[in-house]
């Protein structure tokens, strides 16, 4: 079920009943990244899967990251009836997680931050600025094969070809500005200062193998954070909920109780 917050500017689908549970997606990718974990989590959580600003039927919004948390804080409120959610944030939907909480620290009750980081290297900006620079000149379709290389590891696309032409056609569906303007916020953003702000549990994770954004970018955001725990997903990439959702969902249980709790 699909419903339209933040003053009909964010579109997000629900599903379960319990305490809400909100899952950001990737710049690289679209919400569906979660459907492979959805159906277990909306068995003790009330799911809420937004499609980001300027993704799907979510209206873009200017004044980069900051202003996409912003907007994004407001969907939540609402979203949860005032109640502070767990949130889940894969890739750019991290960042946003992670900014979110810095600008509005009662907006969540705990976060899990899944390959993402609070700066990167000069080289990982570098990266992020030649994807704006083509994509501009010849458009998202230029970088596919960039962008599913950031998701993916050769191997599992080699293993996965429909998951992969699913992936595909998803990407080719961003908006091409929307897509440069999050390249260059990411390409400039550094949240290391405010980080020791950010007092609620988190559990950062990564995939042993993310090229987009390495293990040592999480190793420094757990350093980072006050109360932080780090675990490393192997045998994955940029997307490990989709590309291993069971041992996904066993590496963030005892971070949410009530899924790995079992009757006694």
């Keep these: 079920m699909d419903r339209l917050l933040a003053n009909g500017t964010v579109n997000a689908a629900q ?9 950001l997606h990737s710049l ?11 159906p277990e989590l909306s068995k003790a959580f009330r799911v809420i899967v937004p499609e980001l600003p300027g993704f799907g039927r979510s209206r873009a919004v200017d004044g980069g990251l900051a202003a996409v948390a912003d907007r994004m804080a407001e969907a939540l409120q609402e979203a949860a009836d005032g109640v502070a959610p767990i949130v889940l944030g894969n890739g750019y939907g991290g960042f946003v997680a992670l900014q979110m909480a810095i600008r509005h620290p009662a907006i969540a009750s705990r976060l899990i ?3 993402c980081g609070a700066a990167f290297s000069e080289p990982g900006r570098e990266a992020f600025r030649a994807m704006a620079a083509v994509s501009k000149e010849k458009g998202v379709a230029a970088i596919t094969d960039v962008a ?8 599992f696309q080699a293993q996965h ?13 961003t908006d091409p500005d ?6 260059e916020a990411l390409a400039g953003l550094d949240l290391r200062p405010q980080l020791q702000g950010v007092k609620l549990p988190v559990l950062v994770l990564v995939g042993e193998h993310d090229e987009a954004t390495p293990p040592p970018m999480s190793h420094e955001l757990t350093a980072g954070l006050p109360d ?8 994955c990439a940029h997307v490990p909920q989709l590309q291993a959702p069971e041992v996904f969902l066993d590496t963030i249980g005892d971070f949410l109780p009530a899924v790995s709790s079992t009757p006694a």
Aim: glycine share 6%.
């Design 15 to 23: 599903a379960g009943e319990g305490p809400p549970l909100v899952l």
């Design 28 to 38: 690289l990718s679209d919400r569906a990244s979660f459907d492979a974990i959805v």
């Design 113 to 115: 931050l899944a390959d």
């Design 148 to 155: 599913m290389r950031r998701l993916f590891a050769p191997e």
């Design 161 to 173: 070809p429909e998951l992969m032409r699913d992936r595909r056609e998803a990407f080719l569906r």
């Design 178 to 183: 929307v897509f440069r303007a999050a390249c």
């Design 228 to 235: 932080a725990r780090l675990k490393i997903i192997p045998g």
